[in-house]
């Protein structure tokens, strides 16, 4: 008897997935105290310019996915994704209201049969994202992740000129990077004439947690792209727009796509023609902003 060939299941996860469908992004409204000290109004009236509703992008696609997993910690938003099911009724919609990273560490692993692959969106707007999660989805083999870093409005933000960090910040920063060794990447001591030693933090502290972090994404799924810098009206890089998952096919794919945003270095071209991946050789200018 011939094997018939099982059809492909898609699965699309948005973790981190706000309202879904808003013509403007308008998520930032409804951030906590902690996370609208981080912002400016600048920086809230250029997020909106950006981006559409995530959920309801994914679900417009003209060759939809066959599974849809929406998260919102906030319970209002994940109402507002429910109904995105009246407006598509063909789609297998799954709306979860609860911490993404529980979420997808919990489902990650179900998610590995033969025929399975999956792309999650990943859009937190701070350091809400857990390294943890992302080894849950790169375990699978079978995901590629979109990652809105928020590296430069919000998580550089959180790392201080003086390295005098709340506990509560600090703790978010290590399980979004996966232990602490972006703090011994960003501060360094410096000795005064007397004798005494201040820490303090490096000038290209952003462009290093970004090697860092890309670095780790590479060895983690195999494959990542250069990021693409999203910025403010002033020029200034609020989130990077990063790629990584486990087939060579689709980085090439990602890392074309991402070559049309603004991109901090063209990717170094091989003595064949062909393009490398990125080695972490970032523009300073790119990444340095004030704190
Ligand atoms: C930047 S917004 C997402 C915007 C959305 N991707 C879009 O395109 O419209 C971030 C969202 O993450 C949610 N959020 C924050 N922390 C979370 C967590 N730990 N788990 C799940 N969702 C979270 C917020 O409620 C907010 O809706």
């Not at 507002?80 to 009246?86: A, G, I, K, N, Q």
């Not at 990650?108 to 989805?137: C, I, M, Q, S």
């Not at 270095?265 to 490398?276: C, I, L, Q, V």
Request: one cysteine or more; hydrophobic letters at 35%; charged letters at 25%.
């Amino acid at each position: 008897m011939a094997l018939k060939k099982q059809p492909f299941e898609l699965i699309y996860i948005d973790a981190f997935a706000g309202a879904g469908r808003s013509k403007v992004r308008t998520a930032w409204e409804g951030a906590d105290e902690e996370d609208l000290q981080l912002l400016d109004d600048e920086f809230v009236k250029a997020e909106q310019q950006f981006i559409e509703g995530s959920p309801h992008r994914a679900l417009a696609l003209e060759n939809p996915f066959s599974q849809y997993h929406f998260f919102d910690a906030d319970a209002g938003r994940a109402a507002l994704l429910e109904d995105l099911r009246t407006e598509y009724p063909g789609r297998k919609i799954n709306v979860n209201v609860g911490d993404a990273n529980a979420l997808i560490q919990e489902l990650a692993p179900r998610l590995n049969g033969r025929n399975t692959k999956g792309v999650a969106f990943l859009d937190p707007y701070g350091p809400h994202l857990d390294w943890k999660t992302l080894e849950a989805l790169g375990g699978t083999k079978k995901f590629e992740v979109i990652i809105n870093f928020p590296l430069g409005m919000a998580i550089n933000r959180l790392i201080t000129r003086s390295g005098d960090i709340p506990d509560k910040w600090r703790a978010g920063l290590n399980g979004c990077f996966g232990g602490a060794t972006w703090e011994s990447l960003v501060y360094a001591d410096r000795t005064d004439l007397f004798g005494d030693t201040t820490r303090h933090k490096v000038d290209d502290a952003a462009k290093r947690l970004l090697d860092f972090y890309v670095g780790r994404l590479k060895t983690l799924f195999g494959h990542a792209a250069t990021p693409s810098i999203v910025r403010n009206t002033r020029g200034v890089p609020i989130y990077y727009m990063l790629w990584a998952g486990p087939h060579p096919l689709g980085y090439k794919i990602a890392d074309h796509i991402l070559l049309k945003g603004d991109r901090i270095t063209p990717p170094k071209k091989r003595a064949n023609g062909k393009s490398s991946e990125p080695e972490g050789r970032f523009r300073k200018d790119a990444h340095d902003e004030t704190n």
